[in-house]
């Protein structure tokens, strides 16, 4: 257990730059062009930290899916996350990131893309 800390300390700058980035792509669920924006950007980190592969999953209602991808084996570990916000396009000019007393602050910064983040680096892991 004591590794798994000192490793988090060691990511963990790591793992807040690549929260800025995604928080500073713009994802409305009412832009599916930016939600695809983010995720062709997620798409590559996802294959430069893991090694994995991502297929894109089409859809006509929604921005295009994507399914990620890595290792093999008979047990498999599903997660689910999500790319979008409910924050509309241009909220950045008004609550830019920005991290007070240790919290991260900006559009979609707790949900979901914390979440994102911590996904791949517990993948990396």
């Known amino acids: 257990m004591k590794e798994?800390?000192?490793y988090l300390h060691q990511i963990e700058e790591e793992m807040v730059d690549l929260l800025e980035q995604l928080v500073c792509y713009e994802s409305p669920s009412?832009?599916?062009d930016l939600t695809e924006k983010i995720g062709?950007?997620?798409s590559n980190?996802?294959?430069?930290?893991?090694?994995?592969?991502?297929e894109k999953l089409?859809?006509?209602?929604?921005?295009?899916?994507?399914?990620?991808?890595?290792?093999?084996?008979d047990k498999q570990?599903?997660?689910i996350t999500h790319m979008d916000t409910v924050w509309p396009e241009g909220t950045l000019e008004?609550?830019?990131?920005?991290i007070t007393d240790g919290k991260a602050y900006g559009p979609g910064t707790f949900?979901?893309?914390?979440?994102?983040?911590?996904?791949?680096?517990a993948i990396k892991l």
């Open 4 to 6: 798994i800390v000192d």
């Open 30 to 32: 009412t832009r599916p």
């Open 40 to 42: 062709r950007y997620l």
């Open 45 to 54: 980190i996802f294959i430069d930290m893991t090694g994995g592969k991502v």
């Open 58 to 73: 089409f859809s006509d209602c929604y921005s295009t899916h994507l399914k990620a991808v890595w290792g093999e084996g």
């Open 77 to 79: 570990l599903l997660i």
């Open 94 to 98: 008004v609550m830019p990131f920005s």
């Open 111 to 121: 949900d979901m893309k914390a979440g994102i983040v911590q996904a791949l680096f």
